[in-house]
């Protein structure tokens, strides 16, 4: 079975500054997705970004970019000029793109921002 | 456009009681998951069904049962609620198609928060 591992439980970064979340995984497949996933307060889930496995060019959104090692099996998600409003419980998770979209989650790292 | 929806928010129920929690989503989704989410341990997979009238077990599917009757609806069920239910649950829903775009992305309901006393 596919498993994602986040080691980070908790981050804090200042505002403005940088911020890097570690993510690995282990797969034997060849063809998959990889996804970070923002939760606030509000609980609700929001995808923030995502890679297909088989791009070589890393993923960007705004202030947001990964950096995919697909031989290291590492996937760490970036954000950049932090701001208050990007404090909450991040979650990496996996998809293959052939077993029924079935999505496996990182145990979260809370991320919080200081003023 | 509301997206996944799921009822109720909130739930208190005593040990042994039943209840189904009802999850509708309006994209045309092919793909629908409930998920629980407990304290550190991320979001697990209780079970999913890949089209109406179809569904599979998950990583953690005992003590709850689903159906889906209808494409845009996906029902969990706990027949006789445990403490160790108490949780916060997740519907989602994701599209099969070859859209790229779209394909492999889940979009996830408010949740439901159950505790089991």
């Known amino acids: 079975a596919q498993t994602v591992t986040q080691s980070q439980p908790e981050m804090s970064v200042q505002e403005a500054e940088t911020v890097t979340l570690s993510c690995t995984y282990d797969?034997?497949?060849?063809?998959?997705?990889l996804f970070w996933y923002k939760q606030p307060p509000s609980r609700q889930m929001i995808l923030v970004i995502r890679q297909e496995a088989y791009k070589q060019q890393n993923a960007t959104e705004n202030r947001f970019s990964v950096n995919f090692q697909k031989a290291a099996k590492s996937f760490s998600l970036k954000i950049s000029d932090s701001q208050l409003g990007d404090a909450a419980m991040y979650f990496c998770?996996?998809?293959?793109?052939?077993?029924?979209?079935?999505?496996?989650f990182g145990t979260g790292t809370s991320l919080t921002v200081i003023p | 456009n509301a997206g996944v929806t799921q009822t109720p928010k909130f739930r208190v129920l005593k040990t042994g009681q039943s209840m189904t929690l009802l999850c509708a989503q309006d994209m045309n989704h092919e793909y629908m998951y409930w998920y629980r989410q407990d304290p550190g341990m991320g979001l697990r997979l209780i079970h999913y069904s890949v089209g109406e009238g179809t569904t599979a077990k998950g990583e953690v599917p005992d003590g709850y049962n689903v159906s889906r009757l209808k494409k845009q609806n996906f029902l969990l069920g706990l027949e006789s609620a445990a403490p160790s239910q108490t949780s916060v649950y997740f519907c989602?829903?994701?599209?099969?198609?070859?859209?790229?775009?779209?394909?492999?992305?889940?979009?996830f309901g408010a949740g439901t928060r159950l505790s089991v006393l």
């Open positions: 998770a996996y998809s293959g793109a052939n077993t029924g979209n079935q999505f496996y």
């Open positions: 797969t034997s497949e060849s063809d998959y997705y």
């Open positions: 989602a829903s994701s599209y099969l198609g070859v859209a790229f775009v779209a394909k492999n992305i889940q979009y």
